[in-house]
C-alpha cells in the first residue's frame, strides 16, 4: 500500500512540475523578475521553464 | 487471559489494515483532483502574467534605451538592453500562436492581451520614430565633423534604433492599430 501511496505522489509531483502551464508560469515570472532588474533568481526561473518546455516538446 | 487476549490483536489489526486501505483510497482520489486543480490554476494564471511579463520586458527595453542614449548611465542601459531583448525575443518566439509549444490563451484575457500588446507596440513605434530622429541627427553631424566623439554617437543611436525596430517586426513604417 504504501508503495501504491508512494508512486502516486511522486507521480502526481511530476504531473505538476513538469507540465506545460507550469513551465509558462515559471518562463513568465522569469521575465517578470529579470528584464528590468536583472535578478539572478529571475534568471534560473527562465532557465529551468525553458528547460521545461523542451522536455516536453521531446516527449510529445 | 491469553486465550482472550490473542483474537484482539488480530481484531486490531484487521481493523487497522481497513482504515489504512481507506485512507489510502481517499489519499489517492484526493491527490488526483489536486494535481488537476494546480495544472487548471497554473494554466488560468498564465495568461495574465503574460500580459505583465510583455509589458515588463518592452517597458524595460525602453528605459535601456533612454539610458543607453545619455551619456550618465552608459553601462546601465548597455546591460539592460541585452536582458530585456533577449527576454522579449523568448517570450516573441515561444508564445506566438504558430509555435508548437504554445498554449491556448483563455477567452477572457484574449482583448485584454491585444491591448497590452497595442499599447506596447505604440510605446515602441514612438519611440523608434524618436530614435530615428536622433540617428538622422547623429549623421548630420557626423558628415560635419568625422570626431571620435561623434562617432561612437552614432553607434550608440544606430544600435539603440536597431533595439526597439526589432521587436516591431515588419510593422514598423506603419502605425499599430488596435486589432479587436
Known amino acids: 500500500m504504501l508503495n501504491e501511496i508512494l508512486t ?53 | 487471559m491469553n486465550s482472550g487476549f490473542l483474537p484482539n490483536i488480530a481484531n486490531i489489526s484487521i481493523t487497522i489494515t481497513e482504515i489504512v486501505d481507506n485512507l489510502s483510497l481517499d489519499f489517492l482520489s484526493n491527490l488526483q483532483n489536486l494535481t488537476v486543480l494546480v495544472i487548471d490554476v497554473l494554466s488560468r494564471l498564465f495568461p495574465i502574467l503574460l ?35 533577449v527576454t522579449s525575443c523568448l517570450l516573441f518566439f515561444i508564445f506566438n500562436p504558430y509555435s508548437p509549444s504554445s498554449i491556448p490563451i483563455a477567452e477572457p484575457f ?38 571620435k566623439k561623434t562617432i561612437r554617437r552614432l553607434k550608440k543611436s544606430f544600435i539603440c534604433l536597431i533595439c526597439v525596430i526589432l521587436p516591431l517586426g515588419f510593422q514598423f513604417p506603419n502605425m499599430p492599430l488596435l486589432k479587436l
Not at chain 1, 532588474?37 to 516527449?59: A, D
Not at chain 2, 511579463?53 to 546591460?79: F, M, P, W
Not at chain 2, 515602441?124 to 557626423?142: H, V, W
Open chain 2, 51 to 85: 500580459c505583465i511579463a510583455i509589458v515588463s520586458a518592452n517597458l524595460s527595453l525602453i528605459v535601456g534605451a533612454i539610458l543607453y542614449l545619455l551619456e550618465s548611465n552608459e553601462e546601465d542601459g548597455k546591460v539592460m538592453i541585452q536582458r530585456s531583448f
Open chain 2, 110 to 147: 484574449e482583448g485584454f492581451q491585444l491591448f497590452t500588446s497595442f499599447v506596447i507596440s505604440y510605446l515602441l513605434f514612438l519611440f523608434a520614430a524618436l530614435s530615428l530622429i536622433i540617428f538622422i541627427g547623429n549623421l548630420g553631424f557626423f558628415l560635419l565633423s568625422s570626431d
Open chain 1, 8 to 60: 502516486s505522489f511522486l507521480t502526481s509531483f511530476l504531473e505538476i512540475f513538469l507540465s506545460i502551464p507550469f513551465g509558462a508560469v515559471l518562463t513568465t515570472f522569469g521575465t517578470i523578475i529579470y528584464a528590468p532588474t536583472g535578478n539572478r533568481f529571475g534568471k534560473y526561473c527562465l532557465i529551468i521553464g525553458l528547460v521545461i518546455f523542451s522536455l516536453n516538446n521531446l516527449i510529445a
